[in-house]
């Protein structure tokens, strides 16, 4: 049984700050709780359902005895930052932040200002289904660690590794082409597969900023063929690593 400490400190991890002070974040979700457990994530606890826990008794043995918490659903709505709470949860330590930059023959997505929780979640599973393992973010996308955006993931935060800095310095630090997906760029299908490169996504609403968009080696866009403004920038990201990398 969860003590009200452990419950309100639990419910704090929704708020950014917390996360960042304590340097732990929540997953929840069935399959995101076995995907992580699986992957040797440093998970601290799991908190579940009887049901649950009988029924993942194997993978839980990853995990000392005493980590493994029995939870009621009401108690799981309670810690939940989800509207429709799951039966499974985990706490976990954020990984160390690294300083090194990817180096030659690595594939990178770079995202500017990527504000929505559900798209970054969408780009990381994105990223982790075309074997991309690094994603470097700007100091103003949604924070990864959001409740909303590690349930998009779909468990793929265990295989992709994520680091932020200012991506024009980044670019700039960097003997890696760059591709800045824009609306005016070069038709994607002009390019032959990448096996190295920064492939650049910018805001959901404004795209790249112009200084990225400036030190970026190469300008990218997916040739239109209806009436659309734009294009959701989790769906461009899917598409145009679908073209430059298969």
């Known amino acids: 049984m969860l003590s009200k400490a ?4 639990i419910q704090s991890l929704q708020h950014k700050k917390n996360r960042q002070k304590s340097s732990q ?3 929840e979700g069935d399959k995101i709780v076995q995907e992580l457990l699986l992957a040797g994530m440093p998970v601290k606890a799991v908190y579940a359902t009887a049901g649950w826990i009988s029924d993942h008794a194997e993978v839980l043995k990853r995990l000392d005895a005493s980590a493994v918490y029995t939870v009621e659903e009401a108690v799981l709505k309670q810690l939940s930052a989800l509207t429709t709470p799951n039966k ?3 706490l976990l330590d954020m990984p160390a932040a690294s300083a090194q930059l990817p180096g030659e023959g690595t594939l990178v997505l770079a995202l500017e200002a990527i504000q929505d929780p559900g798209n970054m979640g969408t780009i990381i599973r994105i990223a982790d289904w075309f074997g991309i393992r690094e994603i470097v973010c700007s100091p103003d996308c949604v924070d990864v660690y959001n409740p909303k955006t590690i349930q998009a993931t779909m468990g793929s935060i265990a295989r992709v590794r994520i680091s932020e800095t200012d991506i024009k310095s980044f670019l700039e630090n960097t003997s890696l082409p760059s591709y800045a997906a824009t609306l005016h760029g070069k038709d994607i299908t002009a390019f032959s597969k990448l096996t190295e490169g920064i492939i650049l996504i910018g805001n959901e609403g404004r795209g790249l900023s112009e200084e990225v968009t400036a030190a970026a080696t190469h300008q990218i866009t ?3 063929l209806g009436g659309a ?4 920038a989790a ?10 990398l298969i």
């Open 6 to 9: 452990q419950i309100k400190y």
């Open 235 to 244: 769906v461009a990201t899917g598409i145009i690593c679908g073209r430059l």
């Open 222 to 224: 997916i040739p239109r």
């Open 88 to 90: 499974a949860m985990a």
């Open 229 to 232: 403004e734009s294009l959701n």
């Open 25 to 27: 974040y929540i997953a």
